[in-house]
Protein backbone atom coordinates (compact mmCIF):
# COMPACT_ATOMS: atom_id res chain seq x y z
CA UNK A 1 0.00 0.00 0.00
CA UNK A 2 1.28 3.07 -0.81
CA UNK A 3 0.53 6.46 1.06
CA UNK A 4 1.41 10.26 0.38
CA UNK A 5 3.49 11.77 2.79
CA UNK A 6 3.41 15.68 3.96
CA UNK A 7 6.72 16.31 4.55
CA UNK A 8 6.42 20.08 5.54
CA UNK A 9 3.92 18.75 8.45
CA UNK A 10 4.39 15.00 9.17
CA UNK A 11 1.28 13.89 8.54
CA UNK A 12 0.30 10.56 6.44
CA UNK A 13 -2.72 10.50 4.35
CA UNK A 14 -4.20 8.14 1.64
CA UNK A 15 -3.67 9.42 -2.10
CA UNK A 16 -6.40 9.77 -4.31
CA UNK A 17 -4.10 8.04 -7.17
CA UNK A 18 -0.81 6.63 -6.64
CA UNK A 19 0.65 7.88 -9.85
CA UNK A 20 0.34 11.54 -10.09
CA UNK A 21 -0.78 14.50 -8.26
CA UNK A 22 -0.45 13.34 -4.66
CA UNK A 23 -3.57 14.56 -3.42
CA UNK A 24 -5.30 12.96 -1.05
CA UNK A 25 -8.62 11.26 -0.38
CA UNK A 26 -9.75 13.94 2.42
CA UNK A 27 -8.59 17.21 0.53
CA UNK A 28 -6.27 18.35 2.97
CA UNK A 29 -3.49 18.37 0.45
CA UNK A 30 -5.13 20.66 -2.16
CA UNK A 31 -2.85 23.26 -2.83
CA UNK A 32 0.32 22.08 -1.06
CA UNK A 33 2.92 21.94 -3.64
CA UNK A 34 4.28 18.79 -4.83
CA UNK A 35 7.83 19.49 -3.31
CA UNK A 36 6.17 19.11 -0.03
CA UNK A 37 4.50 15.83 -1.08
CA UNK A 38 6.26 12.46 -1.13
CA UNK A 39 5.19 8.74 -2.28
CA UNK A 40 6.10 6.04 0.76
CA UNK A 41 5.31 2.13 1.09
CA UNK A 42 4.60 0.62 4.14
CA UNK A 43 8.52 -0.59 4.34
CA UNK A 44 9.75 3.26 3.75
CA UNK A 45 7.47 4.66 6.54
CA UNK A 46 9.60 3.35 8.50
CA UNK A 47 12.98 5.11 7.79
CA UNK A 48 10.57 8.30 8.95
CA UNK A 49 10.34 9.65 12.47
CA UNK A 50 7.20 10.90 14.03
CA UNK A 51 4.58 10.77 11.14
CA UNK A 52 1.36 11.13 12.50
CA UNK A 53 -1.39 9.20 9.89
CA UNK A 54 -4.55 11.64 9.12
CA UNK A 55 -7.64 10.40 11.22
CA UNK A 56 -9.79 11.77 7.99
CA UNK A 57 -7.79 9.63 6.23
CA UNK A 58 -7.47 6.59 8.28
CA UNK A 59 -10.40 6.69 10.61
CA UNK A 60 -12.73 4.01 10.10
CA UNK A 61 -9.96 1.38 8.20
CA UNK A 62 -9.86 -0.64 11.14
CA UNK A 63 -5.99 -1.63 12.55
CA UNK A 64 -4.75 1.91 12.50
ZN1 LIG B 1 -5.77 12.99 5.00
Known sequence: MTHVLNIHTSTL?????EEET???V???LRG???ARTQFVSE???ETY???????NCFEGTGGY
Do not use: N, T
Open 26 to 28: CGS
Open 43 to 45: AEL
Open 13 to 17: HKPVD
Open 49 to 55: DGVARCG
Open 22 to 24: GLA
Open 32 to 34: VPQ
